[in-house]
T-cell receptor, first 115, second 110 residues
């Protein structure tokens, strides 16, 4: 068990809808990362937060947004959903501001299906 | 930005054989190289990592080597077992930026 909790595990919704994915990092970790993994694809970095502030941005669509709250949990909001947004969404956390020598610890993901 | 290439994309070995997965990176500033194992229905799990000031690291049946000059690093699994079957990801990192390879699907045949 990595200590990173993601909810819900599965989400099925229709095109055009909006969903919120939630992540609780490992105790003591200040950084939260979001990744998207499409079927049989690699891990695409979306965004990183450190102690409530956005620190790095990857290939995140404008329809997607995220935030990290004072208690360090994070939410990823996906809106105007399209079929192509169907994927596994992973949250990961690490100790420090950067990932210099700090490994990422991944949750078990949220599987989003857009119909 | 950093670009990590991983080969092969699929690898099939007989139980007991060795498996080698290779990665190359582009950014010479990268200084941390973790390897992750992803089993079906689970998130990637860290199995071994190496820092740029170390050339080799071993943990039981798993070892990682790093050649900074050539900018490539490799994962070696000896005496493979069926439970080693999974997708393996390499990554290269420099502070805020961790980039992953595309993954290698390893199948160990009993």
């Amino acid at each position: 068990d990595s200590g990173v909790t993601q909810t819900p595990k599965h989400l099925i919704t229709a095109t055009g809808q909006r969903v919120t994915l939630r992540c609780s990092p490992r105790s003591g970790d200040l950084s939260v990362y979001w990744y998207q993994q499409s079927l049989d694809q690699g891990l695409q970095f979306l965004i990183q937060y450190y102690n409530g502030e956005e620190r790095a941005k990857g290939n995140i669509l404008e329809r997607f947004s995220a935030q990290q709250f004072p208690d360090l949990h994070s939410e990823l909001n996906l809106s105007s959903l399209e079929l192509g947004d169907s994927a596994l969404y992973f949250c990961a956390s690490s100790e420090g501001q950067g990932s210099s020598y700090s490994p990422l610890h991944f949750g078990n993901g949220t599987r989003l299906t857009v119909t | 930005g950093e670009n990590v290439e991983q080969h092969p994309s699929t690898l099939s070995v007989q139980e007991g054989d060795s498996a080698v997965i290779k990665c190359t990176y582009s950014d010479s500033a990268s200084n941390y190289f973790p390897w992750y194992k992803q089993e079906l229905g689970k998130g990637p799990q860290l199995i071994i990592d190496i820092r740029s000031n170390v050339g080799e690291k071993k943990d039981q049946r798993i070892a990682v080597t790093l050649n900074k000059t050539a900018k490539h690093f490799s994962l070696h699994i000896t005496e493979t077992q069926p439970e080693d079957s999974a997708v393996y990801f390499c990554a290269a990192s420099y502070y805020n930026d961790m980039r992953f390879g595309a993954g290698t699907r390893l199948t160990v045949k009993p």
